[in-house]
């Protein structure tokens, strides 16, 4: 009796996990098997869910819609720039209010976290007025200088720096040991993994972001992959063949990444609360 | 005379040394560059926005304009459609989708699973794709004669025109959501789960508490926290909607899908009506603001509320 009302709780959940990750991943599937079709194979009737021989036929026809090399290079320059800066910046603004008192060090966390919850579009306006000013449209700067105080990179990081014992700080300083320096040779090392996380995370953050590198970027030899698609998708005639290998071009970084880095990715962003 | 130059001396190094990096000045130093980024990126355009809501951008040039902005939302059809539309996302997608990865953060936290992390992958993998490229394939899925209305041809249903009538379109922008974000859910709700003490169910096996029971009265409430923060977190990507409406549909047809965010752009950065779109950002930042009150209030002091 018991065993067979768990066999029915064992198929039930599984049925629910398998229809969850077919919906999930049949998305992906389709969208790689496009990308070698021709827009004709798409759209046949059935459709076509086996690879076709149009791969290097769309790809030249895309690479002759937008420089693919230049555009390619734009979105991991820019990507990996933010990820730098922004890692830098949220490790040691983390790493004061985690590990010093001073005044309004409260005040200005908690604002800082508010910003969190800002909308971005909200001050998208005077923001594209300030990049007007400093010159920066159609620049890397526009894209990557903005977004690199993050008020959630912060709060990542300061959650972790709290971990580290005062005592591994105070022992340095006994020695001698400079301001900087505890932070950077002694402090920074115990941080790898939530640096990972927080790294992947930004990462794949930048690299789709959408919205904003859509305004500042219109120079065509300047746009970002997913800005160049998305001119692509506005074309009146559009060859699906082409759009769905530029898409399977802007998606393939960000799986690889995360498939390789998944479990410091999870783990770090969630602050190592998931065990298996 | 001596005496005074070594006193200016002093004095001077003095001062030098209040700047000189120290446990005391450290921590300024420290936060100084992301304190002046937040300044001129963040707070500086909060205000700015605020104070270009009441200008009118015309011919390069800002004009103080009063309250007219506000007046014209008032008045503007879109304007409503676009309000009524999140609303619309918010009442059914966001908690459509808190349940459902709620329900299969459940089922892949139960003992008798196995391939539990390759199924959390699988899962998470839809809110790493790049947004442009997940519009593009839903615009394909959900066109005319494409795959879906294709299945439904197979099982005999007449094709749904998804993207071009306005109550469909509507479905088609939620269910692109919830593909993309359910996973995304699960996992931080998979977290809160896995912070629950097994003690608490054991106790509630012995007193007889069925499994549907345990559901309702340990699972969800010590889950509430993090069943809260998710959904702030949903509500806000809500209502900053803009891609999916943007690729999948252009707000259409005849506004039905349109978002604040995607109303915001096409004022602002099509029309070039700065002013204007910055009143409608205003909206948004009250929407945000207040959204998130209710929900922090909600929740309660006790689960990370206010």
Known sequence: MVDSKNKIKTILSYSIIIIGVIVSLFPFYWMFIGATNSSADIFSFPPKMVPGKSFMKNLSALNEQIDLQRVIFNSFFVAITYTIFTLALSSITGYAFAKFEFKGRNYLFGAILLTMMLPGQATMIPLFDIMKAFGWLNSYKAVIIPGIASAFGIFLMRQNMLKVPDSLIEAARIDGCGEFAIFYKIVLPTMRP?????????????????MWQLIVLNDSSMKTLPVALSSLVGLSRVDYGQVLLGASLSTLPVIAIFLILQKQFISGILGGALKE | MDISITREKERRSNLLSKFKLNKRTAPYYFIAPAVALFLLFTLYPFFRT?????YSYQRGSYVYSGISNY????????????????????LIQVPLMSTLSLILAVA???????????????????????????????????????????????????????????FWAKVSIMAALTWRWTGYNMIIMLAGLQGISDTLYEAAEIDGASKFQQFLHITVPQMKPI????????????????SEPFILT?????????????YLYNQGFMNLNFGYASAISVVLLIITAVMSFIQMKAGGKDNGGL
């Open chain 1, 194 to 210: 939530s640096i990972a996380a927080l790294g992947i995370y930004m990462f794949m953050a930048q690299w789709g972001n959408f």
């Open chain 2, 50 to 54: 605020i104070l270009l809501s009441f």
């Open chain 2, 250 to 262: 252009k707000g259409g047809p005849s506004n039905s899908t349109i978002s604040l965010g995607l």
């Open chain 2, 227 to 242: 069943i809260l923060f998710s959904m702030l977190m949903s509500t806000i990507g809500t209502i900053n909607l803009f």
């Open chain 2, 108 to 166: 892949l936290n139960s003992k008798i699973i196995k391939w539990k992390s390759q199924f959390r992958i699988a899962f998470f993998l839809p809110s790493v794709t790049e947004m442009i490229a997940y519009s593009i394939i839903f615009s394909l899925f959900l066109s005319d004669k494409g795959l879906l209305n294709y299945l439904l041809s197979i099982l005999g249903i007449e094709s749904i025109p998804w993207l071009v009538h306005p």
């Open chain 2, 71 to 90: 007046q014209r939302l008032f008045s503007d059809a879109i304007f409503f459609k676009a309000l009524s539309n999140t609303f619309t996302y918010l």
